[in-house]
């Protein structure tokens, strides 16, 4: 590759804040608050006032007390921590559980470990949109079910789902409702105090923290508790022990600030830029929009091209950095099971393409990758034999 | 320090500029087609020949797969044209394999290409 990349892949991780990164350094140095926050020492005591106004400040951006944060190493333990942990504490009054098919594999991992272990698992399927209908949900309850996990925004598709009316059938039913977060926190606004939420996983390097660490909500109210899954020296009142990364809570607290801060800016950086993104995809025939139109985070666009393989997608693609819908140089080639369960075929599942983007993207950036995927598509359809090159009748 | 690029230059040579894409340009005394399907991954290739005093003239394809097919499928035009129709009998898949650097799970692929050059040569060697 010769040219410089072009990030579109904000959504797998964003690049880290300079003034993230900078306040993460000073923690790193002799004389910043490098100590661990669990000794009673002056540096210990430093660091771990250094550890509480991040909680406070990660608190603070959700809407909610600074006690109700614990802090994880990201989103996927927040989530096994949250599934597992809430499941196995009620055990004892139920074992039915239940999530949806397009779940990130932290959660649909987890679901299938309990399920191995006893608990009963009802798979949800979205519609055509991506949404789970809330007649959906209410069909699935049944009289022993204790957890329902539904995803805020989808990380392929960015599709948002209505926690709030999906949380409140749960809350009805004194089910705990919990939601995978790592692609909104950040980046819409949630309100904890106000949402019908009682667990909720987030990571800070989706929006612009450092990778390693994050967090996840426990709402206080009664059966609303997760027993853990580690042991050690009590850290996190025993629910996450180990020494606290403290550059990585500094981080992640900085992070939160910043984002609380210019979220209505980002939002509308990354809505301008998908705007600029849809107008020069229209110009391309027979592609697939793969999101709801009405309930999709600005800053995520995917996008399926009838008549093109998706390996080769990528690389007609370079230097622009996005994702694809197929695992790519495996021999399986096994398309995206998210956009499978959306109802796309295996053929336009393969062939998507997932732009993400954020605060750094500029619309240069955009500019080059729409020039970039322009020749990638009428390459490969150029190329294809003549069935394939009529996407009416793509599938190969 | 970068993973080992999954693609060397004379992938993304031919990738990018496959200039043996496309149909044949014009008649020819002789002149053979095929065209192969993968069910698994769904590859697709269309190979075509135009053959005259016992030389290949001009070489097409069209395929639908993965950069290693396409680039694959290219080089072999590439090597084929211009030289005696005989050559065709022999798929060169070793070298394939090193010019390209294939993944040996992508093997598949490649042995997808051999059939459609068999494929061909059949035809040839019935009307020659």
Redesign the interface.
């Known amino acids: 590759m010769t040219s410089a990349p072009v990030y579109l892949d904000y959504a797998a991780t964003t690049p880290t804040d300079p003034r993230v990164a900078e306040a993460m350094h000073a923690c790193l140095t002799g004389e910043g608050a490098f100590a661990n926050p669990s000794s009673i020492h002056v540096a210990g005591r430093a660091s771990a006032a250094l550890v509480a106004r991040a909680r406070a400040r990660l608190a603070s951006l959700l809407g909610t007390d600074a006690n109700r944060i614990t802090w994880t190493s990201g989103a996927t333990e927040a989530n096994n921590l949250a599934i597992a942990g809430a499941a196995k504490f009620r055990a004892h009054r139920g074992k039915h559980l239940v999530t949806m098919l397009t779940e990130h594999k932290a959660v649909t991992a987890t679901f299938a470990a309990l399920e191995k272990n006893g608990f009963d698992v009802t798979w949800l399927r979205p519609d055509a949109d991506g949404l789970l209908s809330p007649a959906e949900l209410q069909a699935a309850i049944r009289e022993d079910t204790q957890l329902v996990s539904i995803m805020h925004v989808n990380n392929e598709t960015g599709v948002i789902q209505d926690i709030r009316q999906l949380g409140a059938i749960c809350r009805e039913r004194d089910i705990l409702f919990h939601t995978d977060a790592a692609q909104s926190v950040g980046k819409l606004p949630l309100n904890l105090d106000d949402l019908p939420v009682d667990l909720l996983s987030l990571t800070a390097h989706k929006f612009y923290g450092p990778q390693g660490i994050g967090a996840l909500y426990i709402a206080e109210r009664p059966g609303c508790h997760v027993l853990p899954l580690t042991f050690g020296g009590g850290q996190e009142r025993g629910l996450r022990p180990g020494t606290l990364p403290v550059h990585l809570i500094e981080g992640i607290g900085v992070a939160a600030s910043i984002a609380a801060g210019q979220m209505q800016e980002d939002l509308q950086h990354v809505a301008s830029l998908r705007q600029q993104l849809c107008s020069g995809l229209g110009d391309i025939p027979h592609l697939v929009r793969n999101d709801a139109p009405n309930n999709t985070y600005p800053g995520i666009l995917n996008v399926s091209a009838a ?1 093109v ?1 998706g ?2 997608l990528m ?2 693609l370079e230097p622009v950095c996005a994702a694809s819908g197929s695992a ?4 399986s ?1 096994e398309s995206s099971y998210v956009l499978r369960a959306h109802g796309l075929d ?2 336009l599942a393969q062939s998507a393409v997932r732009f993400s983007f954020g605060r750094m993207t500029s619309s240069a950036d955009i500019d080059r990758a729409l020039e970039r995927y322009q020749w990638a598509v009428n ?2 359809r ?8 009529n996407p009416c009748n793509a ?2 | 320090m970068l993973l080992p690029e999954p693609y060397n230059e004379t992938v993304r040579a031919c990738f990018h500029d496959a200039a043996h894409a496309g149909e044949l340009s014009r008649d020819y005394p002789q002149k053979c087609a095929s065209a192969v399907a993968e069910s698994a991954q769904g590859a697709q290739i269309a190979l075509a020949a135009g053959i005259d005093a016992g030389i290949v003239r001009e070489m097409r394809f069209r395929v639908w797969g993965c950069p290693h097919l396409i680039a694959a499928t290219e080089w072999l035009c590439g090597q084929l044209e211009s030289g005696p129709a005989a050559a065709m009998e022999n798929f060169p898949l070793q070298e394939i394999m090193r010019q390209l650097s294939v993944p040996v799970e992508k093997t598949g692929r490649i042995l997808l290409l051999e059939d459609a050059l068999k494929s061909l040569t059949r035809q040839w060697s019935r009307t020659d």
């Open positions: 008549g393989e390996e080769s690389l007609g790519c140089n495996s021999t080639g295996d053929a390459h490969l150029a190329i294809a034999p003549i069935v394939n090159a599938s190969p």
